[in-house]
T-cell receptor
Framework: GEDVEQSLFLSVREGDSSVINCTYT??????LYWYKQEPGAGLQLLTY?????DMKQDQRLTVLLNKKDKHLSLRIADTQTGDSAIYFC???????????FGAGTRLFVKA | DTEVTQTPKHLVMGMTNKKSLKCEQHMGHRAMYWYKQKAKKPPELMFV???????INESVPSRFSPECPNSSLLNLHLHALQPEDSALYLCASSQEGGAGGELFFGEGSRLTVL
């Protein structure tokens, strides 16, 4: 079945760049997402990328997609303490209702 | 209005109680979802409603009963729950068949079963 894997923990210093990596198995994935969850809150979509794209940039966020290797990454430039949260990689196919989430990467930003 | 509103935020119930979780969205979305999230785990899909009809039931025990009274509202009725059902219950919505299936989540209802 479909699977999404990501590392569980990342620690960076404030002002550095953070890179969170993710791999997925479903070659028919159409959309790949990054969601952010702060403590005690729901998930918030940060950004998403279509599978026919290689890169997407949105202010401090850069998403890179290597479709051949089924590898997705999220780079956060100038990481701030407010970026401390859990980041979920997720994928879905066209028109489907099932979004498959990775286990989440807990980002800890040291001041 | 890009919010999904869930009530209550916190709920404590005994194993013999009957309670309900409520979710509301006014974004015109036609798909609504219930997810269950245990601590340090990703959300797990429970139910999907599309155009007010139950589209997906991920083999959820019958002690959880979803209801979609109209396109803006989604309820989850709880009865005879077990302590292991304690979790964060997240409601989400999405546009039907478009916008990349982006999910808009509520803040969740944290349920504790004693």
């Amino acid at each position: 079945g479909e699977d999404v894997e990501q590392s569980l923990f990342l620690s960076v210093r404030e002002g550095d760049s953070s890179v969170i990596n993710c791999t997925y198995t479903d070659s028919s994935s159409t959309y790949l997402y990054w969601y952010k969850q702060e403590p005690g809150a729901g998930l918030q979509l940060l950004t998403y990328i279509f599978s026919n794209m290689d890169m997407k940039q949105d202010q401090r966020l850069t998403v890179l997609l290597n479709k051949k290797d089924k590898h997705l990454s999220l780079r956060i430039a100038d990481t701030q303490t407010g970026d401390s949260a859990i980041y979920f990689c997720a994928e879905s196919g066209t028109g489907g209702f099932k979004t498959i989430f990775g286990a989440g990467t807990r980002l800890f930003v040291k001041a | 209005d890009t919010e999904v509103t869930q009530t209550p935020k916190h709920l404590v119930m005994g194993m013999t109680n009957k309670k309900s979780l409520k979710c509301e969205q006014h974004m015109g979305h036609r798909a609504m979802y219930w997810y269950k999230q245990k601590a340090k785990k990703p959300p797990e899909l429970m139910f999907v409603y599309s155009y007010e009809k139950l589209s997906i039931n991920e083999s959820v025990p019958s002690r959880f009963s979803p209801e979609c009274p109209n396109s803006s509202l989604l309820n989850l009725h709880l009865h005879a729950l077990q302590p292991e059902d304690s979790a964060l219950y997240l409601c989400a919505s999405s546009q039907e068949g478009g916008a990349g299936g982006e999910l808009f989540f509520g803040e969740g209802s944290r349920l504790t079963v004693l």
